[in-house]
């Protein structure tokens, strides 16, 4: 899930919350739910839209589509209530692979909220943006195994570049791959930590590039490997390197 937050013209708290986190359809699901809460003690009022999700060599990429919606697409919530948002899905039958999209929550201004003298509150209010991942299958969830991800789909390249090197990742498989705790590991065993926590998704079928934050007078050696976490395992495996340019 993705959160931003927008400034507007009045004075609020970040009261709306989603859940849960993402959305997964199987092949035959035509719809899910989400549930929007306020935890605050004024109305607050939500734009829910779905887009369309793919991965360019600019990176992710949003449209609009008419595949999946949201009902309904506006709501008002009443303090310490809340809503459920329908997502569904207009177009039947079973994808060749994975379909992505964001179910993209827009917090709206407060209207006509005045102050105890009737004039606006001064200060910012600060919007709420929630950016959820939404798949549509094309088979069934597999049963939970504890067993470690396939990841042979997968293959990365290296390259050199200002300012730091940049990793690529092409996913040839037809679900996408979440990658997270990207550490390098040298001959010695040595362990640079690149990224602690979320690097990104990899759609199916599609490509990303990171660039990769070194500390201070750092360079990766060319020998050693990748590893990191894939999808909810809890072990780490070694990312299948196919190039490399430093």
Same mark, same amino acid.
């Given at each position: 899930?993705?959160?931003?937050?927008?400034?507007?013209?009045?004075?609020?708290?970040?009261?709306?919350?989603?859940?849960?986190?993402?959305?997964?359809?199987?092949?035959?699901?035509?719809?899910?739910?989400?549930?929007?809460?306020?935890?605050?003690?004024?109305?607050?009022?939500?734009?829910?839209?779905?887009?369309?999700?793919?991965?360019?060599?600019?990176?992710?990429?949003?449209?609009?589509?008419?595949?999946?919606?949201?009902?309904?697409?506006?709501?008002?919530?009443?303090?310490?209530?809340?809503?459920?948002?329908?997502?569904?899905?207009?177009?039947?039958?079973?994808?060749?692979?994975?379909?992505?999209?964001?179910?993209? *929550?827009?917090? !709206? @201004?407060?209207? $006509?909220?005045?102050?105890?003298?009737? +004039?606006?509150? /001064?200060?910012l #209010?600060?919007?709420?943006?929630?950016?959820?991942?939404?798949?549509?299958?094309? *088979?069934?969830? !597999? @049963?939970?195994? $504890?067993?470690?991800?396939?990841?042979? +789909?997968?293959? /990365?390249?290296? #390259?050199?570049?200002p300012?730091?090197?940049?990793?690529?990742?092409?996913?040839?498989?037809?679900?996408?791959?979440?990658?997270?705790?990207?550490?390098?590991?040298?001959?010695?065993?040595?362990?640079?930590?690149?990224?602690?926590?979320?690097?990104?998704?990899?759609?199916?079928?599609?490509?990303?590039?990171?660039?990769?934050?070194?500390?201070?007078?750092?360079?990766?050696?060319?020998?050693?490997?990748?590893k990191?976490?894939f999808?909810?395992?809890?072990?780490?495996?070694?990312?299948?390197l196919?190039?490399?340019?430093?």
């Open positions: 899930m993705g959160l931003s937050l927008l400034l507007g013209q009045a004075a609020s708290a970040a009261s709306l919350q989603v859940a849960p986190i993402s959305l997964e359809f199987s092949p035959k699901e035509q719809a899910q739910s989400i549930w929007l809460s306020n935890t605050g003690t004024a109305p607050v009022r939500a734009q829910e839209r779905v887009q369309q999700w793919t991965q360019t060599a600019e990176g992710d990429q949003l449209a609009p589509t008419r595949e999946l919606v949201a009902s309904p697409p506006v709501v008002e919530i009443a303090p310490g209530d809340r809503q459920m948002i329908r997502i569904i899905r207009l177009q039947g039958g079973v994808p060749a692979r994975e379909e992505s999209y964001r179910l993209i *929550v827009d917090e !709206l @201004p407060s209207a $006509g909220v005045a102050g105890p003298s009737g +004039a606006a509150p /001064a200060g #209010q600060f919007l709420l943006r929630y950016s959820v991942p939404v798949f549509v299958s094309p *088979v069934e969830p !597999l @049963p939970v195994t $504890g067993k470690p991800s396939d990841i042979s +789909a997968l293959s /990365a390249s290296l #390259q050199s570049g300012p730091a090197p940049v990793l690529t990742i092409v996913n040839h498989g037809t679900q996408r791959v979440k990658i997270s705790q990207l550490v390098h590991v040298d001959k010695q065993g040595r362990r640079t930590t690149l990224v602690p926590g979320l690097l990104g998704y990899v759609l199916a079928g599609q490509r990303m590039q990171w660039p990769l934050t070194l500390p201070a007078a750092q360079a990766l050696p060319v020998d050693g490997t990748f990191a976490k999808n909810a395992d809890l072990e780490e495996q070694v990312l299948p196919v190039n490399s340019r430093l």
